[in-house]
C-alpha cells in the first residue's frame, strides 16, 4: 500500500491544491514527509461484519458450521478469494491474519463528517502493520463513502514503520496555513452541532482566524493507540490545519491550533512509545 499525504484540500465546496496561502505566505514544512498523494490502497474490500470475523477468529478456515450459520459470510469470502472450496483462508488471508496476531500494539482512529462515520484500525507489529480502513478523510468531503452507510472496509497490510503515515494520510493531514494562537474556547452544544452541520453559524465574538477555520470542511477524528494511554482528539479543517479540542472543566471545549508537523510528530511518537509498552510481538 501507499501511505503518504496529499496537499490538496476542499474548501468552500471546490477542491483546489495548496499553491499560494490566503495571505500570502506559504504552506508549513511537513520536515520531509512525501505530500503528493493521499491514502491509497490496493487491498480486498470487505463487509465490515466479514473484517471482525477475519480479525477475530482464531479458527483456520470458515468452516462448515460457520457457513451454515452464516451463509452470506461464507459466499462473501469465497467470492472476494479469502476462502477456497474448502473454506480454508488462503495464503493472503492467512498473511492478513499473522500480521494481526503478530501486533505488539493497536491504533484506531474514529472520525466523523457531517453525520457520516467512519474508522481505521491498526495492529502494530516489529515487522508488518495490519489495516482496517473505512472511508478516508478525503473520501468523505468529496462525497464517497463505502458501501451502503459506510459498511465496506478495506483491509491491506503495511510495514511497521508505516503506521504513522498511514494515520496520517487517511485523516487528511497535510500541508496547511496554520497560525500559532492562543486556544479558543467554544460551548460544548455549538460545537457539536458545527460537527453535524456546516451552515452552524460560528460562536459570538469569533475573532478572525477562528472564523476562517470554522468555515471549511470538517473532520473530526478521536485516535486511540495502545492499551488506552493515548487519546487525542482533532478537527481537520481543511487550509486552515488541524485542531487539537477537548474539554474544560466548565464543559466548554477548547480548540487549539496544531501544525501538522506537530500533529505528525504527535502520531508517531505515540505509536512507538505503545510498541516498546505494550508487548514484544
Known amino acids: ?97 499473522h500480521a494481526v496476531q503478530r501486533a505488539q500494539t493497536t491504533a484506531r482512529i474514529d472520525g466523523w463528517h457531517q453525520g457520516k462515520r467512519t474508522s481505521l484500525q491498526l495492529w502494530v507489529g516489529r515487522r508488518w502493520t495490519a489495516v482496517v480502513a473505512g472511508s478516508s478523510a478525503r473520501a468523505l468531503l468529496l462525497g464517497y463513502e463505502s458501501g451502503a452507510g459506510g459498511s465496506m472496509v478495506q483491509l491491506d497490510v ?39 452541520d456546516p451552515r452552524t453559524p460560528p460562536p459570538e465574538g469569533a475573532d478572525a482566524q477562528l472564523l476562517r477555520m470554522w468555515g471549511e470542511p470538517w473532520f473530526v477524528w478521536v485516535v486511540t493507540i495502545g492499551a488506552g494511554r493515548f487519546r487525542r482528539g482533532f478537527v481537520n479543517a481543511g487550509a486552515a490545519g488541524h485542531y487539537l479540542f477537548g474539554l474544560n472543566n466548565d464543559g466548554g471545549v477548547q480548540l487549539a491550533p496544531q501544525s501538522s508537523s506537530l500533529v505528525w510528530h504527535t502520531l508517531r511518537d505515540a505509536v512507538e512509545d505503545a510498541r516498546f509498552q505494550d508487548g514484544p510481538g
Open 1 to 97: 500500500m501507499s501511505a503518504v499525504l496529499q496537499p490538496e484540500f476542499q474548501s468552500n465546496g471546490g477542491t483546489g491544491r495548496l499553491g499560494g496561502a490566503l495571505d500570502g505566505g506559504v504552506p508549513e514544512d511537513l520536515a520531509g514527509l512525501a505530500d503528493g498523494q493521499g491514502y491509497f490502497s490496493t487491498g480486498p474490500w470487505l463487509s465490515a461484519e466479514a473484517a471482525s470475523v477475519l480479525v477475530n477468529s482464531a479458527q483456520h478456515r470458515f468452516g462448515k458450521a460457520a457457513a451454515v450459520r452464516r451463509p452470506h459470510l461464507a459466499r462473501e469470502f469465497s467470492s472476494w478469494g479469502f476462502t477456497d472450496s474448502r473454506g480454508v483462508y488462503t495464503a493472503d488471508t492467512r498473511f492478513f491474519r
Open 158 to 196: 503495511a510495514g511497521a514503520e508505516d503506521a504513522a503515515s498511514t494515520m496520517a494520510a487517511w485523516a487528511g493531514l497535510g500541508p496547511a496555513w496554520t497560525a500559532a494562537a492562543p486556544a479558543r474556547k467554544v460551548p460544548r452544544p455549538h460545537f457539536e452541532r458545527r460537527i453535524l
